[in-house]
T-cell receptor, first 115, second 112 residues
Framework: GAGVSQSPRYKVAKRGQDVALRCDPISGHVSLFWYQQALGQGPEFLTYFQNEAQLDKSGLPSDRFFAERPEGSVSTLKIQRTQQEDSAVYLC?????????????FGPGTRLTVL | AQSVAQPEDQVNVAEGNPLTVKCTYSVSGNPYLFWYVQYPNRGLQFLLKYITGDNLVKGSYGFEAEFNKSQTSFHLKKPSALVSDSALYFCAAGGATNKLIFGTGTLLAVQP
């Protein structure tokens, strides 16, 4: 079966532009996570959904970052007025069960470059 | 603050030799510990986890990890390394919050 997919794989934006990153989790997975991975670093937690409910958004770095999962499947991470420090790989992961301590399945990531 | 440390940026080992990739953690509450592996141009893949129970956890591809509460460590081990094990390895930990904290990663290079 298909794994977690993300699109686009690469995105180049001019500073100040808005971007939208899409995540298609594994069908039936309840939990969905977004992470930000800077070059040479490990993934950093951004936000967590259980079905359509956003249970934790404490990792979002500013109010320019917004995530949604309106029907409990596909999720979109939106970044408004992008800044150079937003350049990173954005990872999406899903998990079958509600608990955050289950195995997470990661997508390939979207590499965002802000010029 | 919660944190995960992987003190080695890179570990080099000859094929057939045992390997160890080190990880220490600091979390509030009971620790939940994970190892993930990242191959080039592929997403992170789950290797193993410790939630509770036996301190020695066995995972995919012959890897295992030992939870040591007194040393707050969760080192990844394999008795005999393969060239195909060469990849970037991440340790991750969680505790009283919903967040998984990742280390900075250790590049494992297995020489034939």
């Amino acid at each position: 079966g298909a794994g977690v997919s993300q699109s686009p794989r690469y995105k180049v934006a001019k500073r100040g532009q808005d971007v939208a990153l899409r995540c298609d989790p594994i069908s039936g997975h309840v939990s969905l996570f977004w992470y930000q991975q800077a070059l040479g670093q490990g993934p950093e937690f951004l936000t967590y959904f259980q079905n359509e409910a956003q249970l934790d958004k404490s990792g979002l770095p500013s109010d320019r970052f917004f995530a949604e999962r309106p029907e409990g499947s596909v999720s979109t991470l939106k970044i408004q007025r992008t800044q150079q420090e937003d350049s990173a790989v954005y990872l999406c992961a899903s998990s079958l069960r509600p608990s955050v301590w289950n195995e997470q399945f990661f997508g390939p990531g979207t590499r965002l470059t802000v010029l | 603050a919660q944190s995960v440390a992987q003190p080695e940026d890179q570990v080099n080992v000859a094929e057939g030799n045992p390997l160890t990739v080190k990880c220490t953690y600091s979390v509030s509450g009971n620790p939940y510990l994970f190892w993930y592996v990242q191959y080039p141009n592929r997403g992170l893949q789950f290797l193993l986890k410790y939630i509770t129970g036996d301190n020695l956890v066995k995972g995919s591809y012959g890897f295992e990890a030992e939870f040591n509460k007194s040393q707050t460590s969760f080192h990844l081990k394999k008795p005999s390394a393969l060239v195909s094990d060469s990849a970037l390895y991440f340790c991750a930990a969680g505790g009283a919050t919903n967040k998984l904290i990742f280390g900075t990663g250790t590049l494992l290079a297995v020489q034939p």
